[in-house]
């Protein structure tokens, strides 16, 4: 049993150790004004017309989705869209809508975009496929995902896109020498991501660059770095509980739910089951359950990824992303009507998670 637990830590404290450190990077690249620059210079180069300026914010919420995780666009980037949509007197509702669907349709390119991911990524090596056979299995779905959910919003949101713009909204002033740092750093993370670097060890050594320039430029700024330390330690907890349930056979009982076998249906039932399960009790542990019936083969465990980020967009609880997202709304004043928020989840759901399945080669 200790044997057991230890292998279980092994798996679990490297993924809460990113969770830390990448949360802290970019925490201090909000507060360098990288998010802010970057959304305004966008705003300034996009001729005036809306639709190219939502076009160039939804680039912008993929990167940041993929590079940094699905909760630094949900926490970070919502603002800075709705700040954006303000000043230059468009509704918010696209760009609102564009961070919190990205965030977790967009959330299945890189191990790093979702917790749930670096999870799988040790199923992968327990078949003998690495951090690259990860990223090409997933590429194709992810790109599905995100393509489906942007025409989506699209077509939900056509009559807001419509239209020009008057206001080139200026960005907030910014300690130069920290945002290009700050920039700097962001920039670098996602190809050291990208080609198969511990994550870990990457946000780590991010978040240290980060607070050194940080301490150097402005001290005063370091009591706003807040680390989500109870979300870690939850996280660990949850995690590592589901972990030894599954060792000791525990969670067996699931396998007729999400059934067997590699074929197109196969795999579009093992992604509506866990995305039903992402709705039911949160995106994290609903991986963790169905796990164990997806470990026998990688496409069934993108197919789960595919369940589990994309599909959790009908409840509140479904990914914390969520949550952090409607929090940044409510402070922004920006009402946010959940039953009609639902059924476009619902419907945004199904899209990606069908298209994204179809797209598991």
Known sequence: MPELAGTVLAQVLPVAVFLLAITVTAEVAQLAGVFDVAAHALARRARHRVVLLWLTFAALAVVCTIVLSLDTTAVLLTPVGLAVAQQTGISPMPFALTTLWIANTGSLLLPVSNLTNLLAVHRFEELGAGHGDYVRTAALPAVAAVVATLVLVAVLQRRALRGTYAVDPPAEPHDRVLLVVAAAVCLLVGPLFAVGLEPAAVAVGAALVLLAALVWRAPGLLREVRPPWLMAGAFVLVAGLLRLAQADGLLDWLAPAVGTGTRTLDLLHLAGASAVAANLVNN?????????????????????????????????????????????????GVRVPLLRLAGWGAVCATVAVVTATLAIR
């Open 284 to 332: 994290l542990p609903a991986y963790l359950l169905v796990e164990p019936s997806a470990a026998d083969d990688t496409r069934r465990l993108v197919a789960t990824l595919v369940g589990v980020n994309a599909g959790a967009l009908v409840t509140p609880w479904a990914s914390l992303a969520t949550l952090l997202w409607l929090q940044r709304c409510r402070a922004a």
